[in-house]
T-cell receptor, first 112, second 122 residues
Framework: DAKTTQPTSMDCAEGRAANLPCNHSTISGNEYVYWYRQIHSQGPQYIIHGLKNNETNEMASLIITEDRKSSTLILPHATLRDTAVYYCIVRVLRAGSYQLTFGKGTKLSVIP | GAVVSQHPSRVICKSGTSVKIECRSLDFQATTMFWYRQFPKQSLMLMATSNEGSKATYEQGVEKDKFLINHASLTLSTLTVTSAHPEDSSFYIC??????????????????FGQGTRLTVV
């Protein structure tokens, strides 16, 4: 699976949009971009995933550049409960290959 | 959404004893489950892949005789830390794969995580 690069930490004011970048310049054509987050002392939580089109769900939006070498996770109105470590993972979806490789992620701090 | 329950959430045990951690998928069947370990201020590290009805596959450096994995049913996998030592103290997290379909692919699967087990060996 392709490697990702994320900033170590970011701050965001409560109520503002949080934009978390991820570089995956070596992504291959059949690899998906996944985002998970881990609130302190809890298991990771799935947020969103995409291949090449932008995606939106009730939690966030995922913007993938046209060349697919980078993406941005957007939390439209950050709350204090969004403080967590956010992991960007790229992976191939194929039968028998379901494991996730976690990097160091971005520690997002939402500030009152 | 899919729910994965992990039990216990926190356990303290004496050095030399064994501890069993359970991971259950509550509303779907999971033929594949994973066990991760996370030390303080570090990321999750995959320990092993648990497949229902067959032997687990361990990552390099993980002792299979120390970390016993049993996946006896489609909704339950257990991790037993045998003869625990203080260096085994860590946050253990399981994930269960919910199979599904995504147009244009085969074998799309989404991983859902348990809430984790904080093991402290004293």
């Amino acid at each position: 699976d392709a490697k990702t690069t994320q900033p170590t930490s970011m701050d965001c004011a409560e109520g503002r949009a949080a934009n978390l970048p991820c570089n995956h310049s070596t992504i291959s054509g059949n690899e998906y971009v996944y985002w998970y987050r881990q609130i302190h002392s809890q298991g990771p939580q799935y947020i969103i995933h995409g291949l090449k089109n932008n995606e939106t769900n009730e939690m966030a939006s995922l913007i993938i550049t046209e060349d697919r070498k980078s993406s941005t996770l957007i939390l439209p109105h950050a709350t204090l409960r969004d403080t967590a470590v956010y992991y960007c993972i790229v992976r191939v979806l194929r039968a028998g290959s379901y494991q996730l490789t976690f990097g160091k992620g971005t520690k997002l701090s939402v500030i009152p | 959404g899919a729910v994965v329950s992990q039990h216990p959430s926190r356990v303290i045990c004496k050095s030399g004893t064994s501890v069993k951690i359970e991971c259950r998928s509550l509303d779907f069947q999971a033929t594949t489950m994973f066990w991760y370990r996370q030390f303080p201020k570090q990321s999750l590290m995959l320990m092993a892949t648990s497949n229902e009805g067959s032997k687990a596959t361990y990552e390099q450096g993980v002792e299979k005789d120390k970390f016993l994995i049993n996946h006896a049913s489609l909704t339950l996998s257990t991790l037993t830390v045998t003869s625990a030592h203080p260096e085994d103290s860590s946050f253990y997290i399981c994930s269960a794969v919910r199979p599904g379909r995504l147009p244009g692919t085969y074998g799309f699967a989404e991983a859902f995580f348990g809430q984790g087990t904080r093991l402290t060996v004293v």
